[in-house]
């Protein structure tokens, strides 16, 4: 996820998807997430100019303000 441009679009924008099911999953793997240079990556993503990333990388911005299992599905909405 760090770089996209290397790694290119289409595995980028599958590697958020599996941080976002993972982050629904448990609430302890959004705080290791966060811990581990979450925010920088998710501020170097939210620029990108691909649709896929952007719409993935909001999932994930979603899933990590939701509080329960819930509260994600409403959100998704």
Do not use: H
């Not at 998807?17 to 629904?24: E, G, K, R, T």
Request: hydrophobic share 45%.
């Amino acid at each position: 996820m760090n770089r996209p441009q290397d790694n290119g679009v289409k595995l980028t924008s599958l590697s958020i998807m599996a941080i976002v099911n993972m982050c629904n999953f448990s609430e302890d793997i959004k705080d290791i997430f966060l811990q581990n240079n979450g925010f920088s990556i998710i501020m170097l993503l939210i620029q990108s100019k691909d649709e896929d990333i952007l719409i993935n990388i909001l999932k994930l911005i979603m899933t990590l303000i939701a509080k329960n299992k819930n509260e994600t599905s409403l959100i998704g909405r």
